[in-house]
């Protein structure tokens, strides 16, 4: 039951306590976590039907790429929160490390397991089908942010990974984690800049994409997921007892080294990208011969000028 005092504190808060399953089954329990975290990679698959029949790749190759997504988001995430967040834990009992349904996962330890799963699956696939490592990276960069969003309202559903004490109107109050204080929902903050990057990301796609180079699109999504990462974690509370008293967090030491890789990758696509777009060798002559056309105007074009070489 929220206080008088909680109340007077923050007058206009949310009182915040749902249950967190939706229902059980015996010894199955059905949560709004699980329902929202796979419901991101089904979604994420329809949205790369779209992206691989506008670029004229069979869809009968998604069923894998959704279960290799998948698969090492989940065994990635779990890795990672037990070796980042409690490894001295784990390590004693390393059988726990199976037990998914205790909880806890990290997101960073599934985006790297999630890189080295993408570059199995572009050096099977691509090469057949014309596609590299950095052409999937793109759109698995478009799709990402939006799983990314539902997971945040998994976390926000199951009252869990919330930030500071606040007294602004739109602070939760969690009662089932028997807080009495409004905190900052900061799963909503992450969920929003997700959403936010997703739109942007599928806009850049869908407008402008014969005008992108390779890596663009991916470095944007790195920046823009793990760089709100990175500021949200000001105002979330430590999620294990070591994170006290640190300046940064673990989180933000972890999002540290992909706001850099993303920003590295936008340099090089700057400088030396190839275009985003499949090219294929009907492109390619395509695009040689319109350059070819083009010298040969610009010489005639000269010539009738009476412009001496240099």
């Known amino acids: 039951m929220t206080t ?30 699980s ?27 998604l069923d894998t790429l959704l279960y290799t997504l998948l698969g090492s988001a989940v065994v990635g995430a ?15 009992k390393p059988w726990e490390i199976f037990m998914i ?26 090469r057949r089908y ?27 559903m199951n009252s869990e990974i919330y930030g500071n004490p606040t007294d602004l109107p739109w602070g939760f109050i969690f009662t089932i984690r028997g807080e009495t204080l409004a905190k900052h929902p900061t799963q909503l ?18 407008k402008f994409l014969d005008k992108l180079k390779k890596g663009t699109m991916f470095g944007i999504f790195m920046i823009g997921i793990f760089g709100t990462r990175f500021f949200i974690e000001f105002v979330k509370e430590p999620q ?13 030491w972890l999002s540290i080294p992909f706001i850099l ?22 492109d390619i002559k395509k695009a040689k011969t319109k350059s070819a056309s083009d010298n040969i105007k610009s010489e005639a074009d000269k010539i009738k000028s009476g412009k001496s070489y240099k």
């Open 101 to 126: 349904w205790e909880g806890g996962l990290a997101s960073h330890g599934g985006a790297v397991a999630i890189l080295i799963a993408l570059w199995y699956y572009a050096r099977k696939y691509g």
């Open 35 to 61: 329902i929202l975290f796979v419901s991101g990679f089904i979604i994420g698959y329809y949205i790369f039907m779209r992206f691989f029949k506008r670029e004229g790749l069979p869809v009968e190759i």
């Open 189 to 206: 903050y992450e969920a929003l800049a997700y959403l936010f990057t997703f739109a942007f990301l599928m806009l850049l796609y869908w």
């Open 240 to 252: 294990v007892a070591f994170e006290q008293g640190m300046t940064l967090n673990m989180g933000q």
């Open 130 to 156: 014309d596609f590299d490592y950095m052409w999937l990276l793109d759109r698995v960069g478009v799709a990402t942010p939006l799983a990314g969003a539902l997971i945040r309202l998994g976390n926000l």
């Open 4 to 33: 008088l005092p909680a109340i007077l504190a923050a007058p206009l808060a949310i009182t915040w306590g749902p249950n967190p399953e939706i229902f059980s089954i015996g010894p199955i329990h059905i949560r709004y976590y």
């Open 261 to 282: 890789l993303g920003i590295s990758i936008i340099v090089y696509s700057i400088i030396k990208g190839s275009p985003a777009a499949i090219q294929n060798d009907a």
């Open 78 to 92: 779990r890795l990672g929160h037990c070796l980042f967040y409690e490894p001295a834990y784990y390590l004693s």
